[in-house]
């Protein structure tokens, strides 16, 4: 019987799920919970309390020593220690040593120029040790998990994951790392055991892929400015994309693509808090009266504005003001236009020292009337599908900003329909998404 159902649930467990040998004790409980639960994909241990370090980063300084010839062993006996006491806290009949000694071995001859290797031995070890908690078939990623030439997804990979993953019982698939066209390590991005995630829930056609982290989801807004944020019941994949482009960091940025194309539902979920619903992110949602899902914004912006009477009449101008940036290796994140007017955004870490230069530029290629640069600016994304139609949107989200007394500087509505980007000082920024998430709240 192959694991291939349409019940099967991929379940993910972030770094602090698997922190330590208590929180692998809540890993397994919510497991056993659900017959359903039948693979499994964990991160590396990440921190246990504040001061404590993530196992991937301590790898990664290991690498970084063997480079330059030094000796692994301070930071390597720190991560050695933090497996073996997992491994003795929680009672398991598992001899480590042999896994260890390999994986220390070529960390410290500084063979490996890429750091891949070293890193996924977080991911690599660990794995065993929730395999044999959990009783399950562990399955090394390196084998299943292929990327191309160019670096992209190998497609055999699902055929792969569906041969290993057949049978009854449970399996366990490290996440963050799988294999080059050569079979070398090659590790994903930072964060990127969502992405296994990902990719092993579409490889299997699992009914969901549920991502168990710290917290009870995705919140409506940032907990450090509105610390009464709640979660968000539902969100569609598009409307986490928007969000996460303007700041609201939950999953890798590129966990949703596998899961996405087959409409697999995610679920965000809390280790520590498991009766929570978390967040389901799926392909289609119906608003009801949630029009506005969720509210996002970060600081770091400059508006470039041009003016000239006609513009419009002028073939090629926008086209001539772009090509200032392109010119420059710029790239732009918004471009709003008026009647005679036309404003760039663009991020300050892409613009670094260079605004004379663009502004000088962008005289000379359009001969504008003026052009004017604002930096200091935060851009708020106020996400909901179909928002831009509901009547009166606009009205309130406006409306709450001027009750607060903030200066509109930019407004951007999408096309796609599923946002208002609007610019503001920097100093504003905080009270215009409390206004706006009161609004909307
Ligand atoms: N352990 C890796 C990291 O710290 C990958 C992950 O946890 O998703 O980036």
């Known amino acids: 019987m192959s694991v291939q159902s349409q019940s099967l649930v ?17 890993v397994a409980a919510i497991i056993e919970a659900d017959a359903n639960r039948r693979v499994i994909v964990p991160s590396a241990p990440g921190k246990a309390d504040a001061k404590d370090a993530k196992v991937t980063d301590l790898l990664y300084l290991a690498h970084g020593l063997a480079a330059k010839q ?12 933090r497996f073996r006491s997992i491994v003795r806290d929680l009672g398991l009949p598992l001899d ?19 750091p891949d290797y070293a890193a996924s031995r977080g991911e690599a070890i660990h794995g065993r040790i929730v395999a044999a908690l959990l009783n399950a078939e562990y399955i090394d990623a390196v084998d299943v998990i292929r990327f191309d030439r160019s670096g992209r997804l190998d497609p055999v990979t699902h ?7 057949s049978g009854p019982g449970r399996f366990v698939v490290p996440g963050f790392y799988g294999s080059d066209h ?42 450090r400015v509105v610390p009464e944020a709640k979660p968000i019941a539902e969100i ?19 966990a949703v693509f596998p899961v996405r194309q087959q409409r697999i539902p995610i679920n965000i979920r809390n280790t520590n808090r498991p009766l929570d619903p978390g967040t389901m992110i799926v392909a289609e949602r119906d608003p009801g009266h949630q029009v506005v899902v969720g509210i996002a914004g970060t600081k770091g912006f400059t508006v470039i504005n041009v003016e000239k ?40 870490k892409q613009l670094g020292n260079r605004l004379d230069e663009v502004v000088e530029d962008i005289r000379g290629a359009v001969r504008p009337d003026s052009v004017t640069a604002h930096p200091g600016m935060a851009l708020i994304a106020t996400v909901g599908q179909g928002m831009v139609r509901a009547t009166g949107t ?31 000082e920097e100093g504003d920024l905080a009270t215009a998404i409390r206004s706006i998430s009161n609004e909307f709240a």
């Open 182 to 223: 050569r079979g070398e390590v090659k590790t994903f991005s930072r964060g990127g055991s969502d992405v296994t995630g990902s990719i092993v829930a579409a490889a299997l056609g699992a009914r969901l892929y549920e991502n168990w982290t710290d917290v009870s989801g995705v919140l409506m807004t940032d907990p």
């Open 394 to 424: 606009a009205a309130r989200l406006f409306g709450a900003l001027a009750k607060s007394r903030v200066n509109v500087r930019m407004i951007d509505q999408g096309s796609s329909e599923q946002n208002i980007i609007v610019g503001v």
């Open 159 to 165: 055929k792969q994951l569906a041969e290993r993953c």
């Open 70 to 81: 030094q000796p692994i062993e301070p930071v390597w006996n720190q991560i050695a220690q």
């Open 96 to 114: 480590l040593e042999p896994v260890l000694e390999a994986a220390r071995e070529r960390i410290a001859s500084g063979q490996d120029q890429p």
């Open 309 to 348: 009477a006609l513009m419009n009449a002028e073939v090629g101008f926008a086209r001539r003001v772009l090509d200032v940036f392109d010119h420059h290796g710029i790239a732009i994140e918004h471009m709003p236009s008026g009647i005679d007017t036309l404003s760039v955004v663009v991020a300050d």
């Open 10 to 26: 991929v379940a993910k467990f972030g770094g602090t799920s698997v922190a330590t040998a208590a929180q692998l004790r809540k």
């Open 236 to 254: 569609t994949y598009r409307e986490l994309r928007e969000l996460s482009y303007m700041g609201a960091s939950v999953l890798h940025e590129e």
